[in-house]
């Protein structure tokens, strides 16, 4: 569980990518590469602390896996009243 402010804005800002590109058609593979880019940035940037990027690479990757975020809800029909 995250509990660094900082580190759950990152979360945050991952998870929203994570749907964008999802919604643009990308997939687990390419979301895959696009999380080891932004962890490989946050490393080499030494803006938070090494233990908690691998805090947040464990809680997006969860997020990432878990098809369930990704579920596009189907419509219901609506009944006529006529």
């Known amino acids: 569980m995250l ?3 900082q ?3 990152y ?3 991952l998870t929203d990518a994570f749907v964008e590109l999802w ?3 990308y997939r687990t593979d390419d979301m895959r590469m696009y999380l080891d880019g932004y962890l490989a940035a946050l490393r080499h940037s030494n803006v938070i602390e090494p233990y908690l990027i691998h805090r947040l690479e464990e809680e997006a990757s969860r997020y990432l896996y878990d ?3 990704f579920a596009v809800p189907q419509p219901q029909p609506q009944p006529d009243y006529y």
């Open 11 to 13: 979360y945050q800002r």
């Open 7 to 9: 580190t759950i804005r």
């Open 3 to 5: 509990q660094d402010t």
């Open 23 to 25: 919604n643009r058609g």
């Open 67 to 69: 098809g369930s975020n």
